[in-house]
């Protein structure tokens, strides 16, 4: 999996890039098909706004953002949407597959729908 963090329209830190790196590793750890995590830091006005873009397998892309006053706490806010995206999608996608799976075991009973 890689890591790819971007800054725009501000100098380029390195302890805020290693903290968005840190906080995507934890993304990878939690969803093994996770295959690619970009994290877009941006700075506008007042603001600091950080995006976070997941690839992950069976084309998967979650985009997630965040705009606050704190660029730390910006990129813990998309984080935290990007993992709560990712973890209702393959919920929807186990919670689908179990109904199925009841539905055919009630057909082979005979038992009607």
Do not use: W
Not at 56 to 74: G, K, P, V, W, Y
Not at 86 to 102: E, F, G, N, S, W
């Amino acid at each position: 999996m890689s890591i790819e963090v971007t800054t725009r329209h501000m100098p380029g830190h390195e302890d805020i890039q290693a903290y968005a790196e840190s906080r995507a590793a934890e993304i990878k750890d939690a969803f093994p098909g996770c295959e690619h995590v970009h994290v877009i830091l941006d700075h506008e006005k007042h603001l600091f706004n950080a995006e976070i873009v997941i690839q992950a397998s069976n084309h998967i892309r979650i985009e997630a953002t965040e705009s606050l006053d704190n660029m730390r706490a910006s990129i813990d806010g998309a984080v935290d949407k990007a993992e709560r995206q990712y973890r209702r999608l393959i919920d929807k996608v186990k919670d689908h597959h179990t109904a199925m799976k009841y539905e055919e075991k009630k057909r082979a009973h005979g038992e009607e729908a």
